[in-house]
């Protein structure tokens, strides 16, 4: 069964703090992705990466980080965390060319940030 | 870009009745893939259903059937017979062929929050 796993389901921090979310897939995926979902707004991508040490923005990478130094592993990091960051955040991962047509979620992150 | 819109915040429908959720995209591709997301609160992202763009024939899966129309950019869901079990956030995504410098994203619409009465 493949697998997405998120290291915290929630998680609350302060103003300030530097913030990590970390995000494992087992099924080897060169893709993965972050992303925010808020109401109304549904899922905006903050950051993918395709390759192991590659990243590229999404739409709304303002105030985020990541990090993939190994292939299953992608960080999003929150380098001074603040309110308007309080959300759900959802990883995402999916394996590359034309017959990769599933994307696979983790079980999000609710992050509360006072 | 491209963008995926659900007018739809909220829906309801009664338990065994019919209901279809709404969903238009923008794009200048001529191949990619559109699918349903369902999130019950359990907020695990679950496919319902997908629908490759070159592909003419709309896609069922058991009660779930959508109405995909190419030139009018519309991708809708249409759910019968449905259930309890069938209450959660639905989301509506547009989704790039995985090669190439697009790297497979996700596009998402607003979600649709499906409730149905026993």
């Known amino acids: 069964d493949v697998k997405v796993t998120q290291s915290s389901r929630y998680l609350v921090k302060r103003t300030g703090e530097k913030v990590f979310l970390e995000c494992v897939q087992d099924m080897d995926h060169e893709n993965m992705f972050w992303y925010r979902q808020d109401p109304g707004l549904g899922l905006r991508l903050i950051y993918f990466s395709y390759d192991v040490k590659m990243k590229e923005k999404g739409d709304i990478p303002e105030g985020y980080s990541v990090s993939r130094e190994k292939k299953e592993r992608f960080s999003l990091i929150l380098e001074s965390a603040s309110t308007n960051q309080t959300s759900m955040y959802l990883c995402?991962?999916?394996?590359?060319?034309?017959?990769?047509?599933?994307?696979?979620f983790g079980q999000g992150t609710r992050l509360t940030v006072v | 870009a491209q963008t995926v819109t659900q007018s739809q915040p909220e829906m309801s429908v009664q338990e065994a009745e019919t209901v279809t959720l709404s969903c238009t995209y923008d794009?200048?591709?001529?191949?990619?893939?559109l699918f349903w997301y369902k999130q019950p609160p359990s907020r695990q992202m679950i496919l319902v259903i997908r629908q490759e763009a070159y592909k003419q024939q709309n896609a069922t899966e058991n009660r779930f059937s959508v109405n995909f129309q190419k030139a009018a950019k519309s991708f809708s869901l249409k759910i019968s017979d449905s259930q309890l079990g069938d209450a959660a956030m639905y989301f509506c995504?547009?989704?790039?062929?995985?090669?190439?410098?697009?790297?497979?994203?996700?596009?998402f619409g607003q979600g649709t929050i499906l409730t149905v009465h026993p």
């Open positions: 995504a547009y989704g790039t062929y995985a090669g190439g410098t697009s790297y497979g994203k996700l596009t």
């Open positions: 794009t200048s591709e001529s191949d990619y893939y």
């Open positions: 995402a991962s999916r394996n590359s060319g034309q017959g990769a047509r599933l994307a696979f």
